[in-house]
């Protein structure tokens, strides 16, 4: 009865994917808002984006070559801003925890008594992923609030690493994801999904020789999971449509 009962309370509908999908899209949205979209003077390691090269900083010039220092016009304007940005994304982890954990479980559910004890894996991967992010954002706090070089070397000791196994345990779970698209779906959009979210965790295992490849495979990681999104939004419609009809 127990099993039973635990097979029903997981199986949501598609109306809690788009949903959550949504919240995430105005939540990414909102903190786009905050981001600033250029680096004090560059990044490093060929990162276009100054929030993932911060992410993976390891040196004090990365930092201030992204935030400029204590004496430069802008960085009491750009500090304030990543700081504004850290804040809201303690939110923005569980927002995305929540729509990846649906999307987890709506990969499975063809195979549900397979796949439920996968799952519960998959669940745990997805769980040290966010608590690497809490900590990532911990850390950068830690390096915003610092007066010069030497107190930044106790956050940037762990940082680079934090942000990989963040990255390594969010590409390895959406691959999770992927391959059981591939292999019980048969609609074009998680089809193509699947793609998307596999090369991403190859992208993410290959930046540990060249470290912008995260960047890219976020890239391929968000495409794959819209595309799920939108799934979820033509199950709906043609749901409510057979149901009229």
Not at 119 to 139: K, P, Q, R, S, Y
Request: charge should be neutral; proline fraction near 3%; charged fraction near 15%.
């Amino acid at each position: 009865v127990f099993s039973r009962q635990m097979k029903e309370k997981i199986n949501f509908p598609e109306i809690w994917g788009l949903s959550l999908g949504i919240f995430l899209i105005l939540y990414s949205g909102f903190l786009n808002y905050f981001s600033p979209s250029e680096p004090y003077s560059e990044n490093h390691s060929g990162f276009h984006s100054p929030i993932i090269a911060l992410e993976t900083a390891e040196t004090p010039k990365h930092v201030q070559d992204i935030i400029g220092t204590i004496d430069t016009e802008e960085f009491p304007s750009l500090t304030n801003k990543y700081r504004i940005l850290n804040y809201f994304d303690f939110g923005f982890i569980f927002c995305y925890m929540a729509f990846l954990a649906y999307t987890g479980h709506y990969a499975g559910r063809r195979v549900r008594s397979i796949f439920l004890k996968i799952f519960l894996g998959m669940i745990a991967i997805l769980t040290i992923g966010g608590f690497c992010d809490l900590i990532e954002n911990i850390l950068i706090l830690n390096l915003l609030d610092s007066k010069n070089a030497e107190e930044m070397l106790p956050s940037l000791e762990y940082l680079k690493s934090t942000s990989q196994l963040k990255w390594f345990c969010l590409y390895l779970y959406v691959a999770i994801v992927g391959i059981y698209f591939w292999l019980y779906e048969k609609g074009l959009l998680l089809r193509i999904s699947s793609v998307f979210l596999v090369t991403s965790f190859f992208l993410g295992l290959f930046s540990t020789l060249r470290i912008n490849l995260l960047e890219i495979g976020f890239g391929f990681l968000a495409f794959g999971l819209l595309l799920a999104w939108l799934q979820y939004g033509f199950s709906l419609a043609f749901s409510s449509l057979s149901k009229k009809t």
